[in-house]
């Protein structure tokens, strides 16, 4: 490894704002921070005895699915961005939004750990390493994660991000979701929820920043760039739509998860300053409302919902106790 010598060594300095908006990102990313172990997954044993077997065979597998990207996300993808992005502000909010990428996948793992064997654990994670459709997903994804060099491949990055926070999740997060509306695997269903909140604003605050690149191209730039965007997305829409016609094979759900998948398409474009691209029928709306990020109204002592925050405490003083 080699140094430089005599270079000047600056601090993240958050008493001014670097730009307009990223320490709003970083006061919501801190107030939105949750844990798995805050959520009482065991409340889920009971109905998860009484789904068959194709259920939980598909539930396993969506959550397994979801558990590879975030892994790749929290490891590969915000390193990537992080490495080519020179404010201090800005690589402290990408650095927080890797940690809970991390999270997000170990909730996963508290799940199968509630509700599975150590053989079905073992068995859904050979499955992720043996299924084509999942294991090109990450190849794809890592095409442009691993080659970020420059402005170009740095703008490409945040477009593949972009588009696995806005949208690829969503294949795994619709049954999850039709599940939860029902009253089924309702606290699974909560952490499905909080994970849902932290991508909406992932996919926002990336989206912004890869919009910062693109405007410092050239008109003509800007279009080869634009049709480098839409390759990527048709690639990983064609992979997509092959993945959910494997997992959700026979369950009746194949083309509302596609349509699921194209409506949550042209949210990521707009993220990423673009127009709508898919025309979609509507959503299931039991999977519709699942995805507002607004406050659910839950029994404080039996799930954590997502409008929780963490409360703010005071030392007591001499005068809390004059009555």
């Given at each position: ?53 194709n259920e939980k065979e ?67 994670f050979e499955w992720i ?195």
């Amino acid at each position: 490894m080699t140094f430089k010598l005599n270079q000047i060594h600056k601090a993240v300095n958050w008493n001014k704002e670097d730009d307009g908006f990223t320490q709003a990102f970083w006061d919501q990313n801190v107030k939105q921070f949750w844990l798995p172990e805050e959520i009482s997954v065991s409340k889920d044993l009971k109905t998860w005895q009484e789904l068959n077997e194709n259920e939980k065979e598909l539930y396993k597998k969506v959550l397994a699915g979801l558990t590879l990207l975030d892994t790749k996300q929290g490891n590969n993808g915000i390193p990537s961005m992080m490495s080519l992005t020179d404010n201090l502000q800005r690589k402290a909010v990408l650095s927080f939004m890797g940690t809970m990428e991390e999270i997000h996948a170990k909730s996963y793992s508290s799940i199968f750990m509630t509700l599975l064997s150590n053989v079905e654990i073992d068995e859904i994670f050979e499955w992720i390493e043996s299924e084509p459709t999942l294991q090109k997903k990450a190849d794809l994804i890592l095409a442009q994660y691993e080659n970020t060099n420059d402005q170009r491949s740095l703008y490409l990055a945040m477009v593949t991000s972009v588009f696995l926070e806005s949208f690829l999740f969503y294949s795994g997060f619709f049954y999850p979701l039709y599940l939860a509306g029902q009253g089924k695997m309702v606290a699974s269903g909560e952490i499905i929820s909080l994970i849902l909140r932290d991508e909406s604003l992932h996919g926002k605050y990336i989206g912004l920043l890869a919009q910062e690149i693109y405007k410092e191209f050239s008109r003509e730039n800007q279009e080869d760039l634009k049709k480098q965007a839409f390759k990527i997305l048709n690639e990983l829409m064609k992979n997509e739509e092959d993945y959910t016609n494997t997992i959700y094979k026979d369950s009746g759900f194949e083309e509302e998860v596609i349509n699921f998948l194209q409506y949550n398409a042209n949210r990521a474009l707009e993220n990423l300053g673009f127009e709508s691209f898919y025309t979609v029928e509507p959503i299931n709306p039991i999977v519709l409302n699942g995805l507002s990020t607004e406050t659910k109204t839950h029994d404080f002592f039996s799930t954590k919902g997502n409008g929780y925050q963490k409360g703010v405490y005071e030392e007591l003083e001499d005068e809390d106790f004059i009555l």
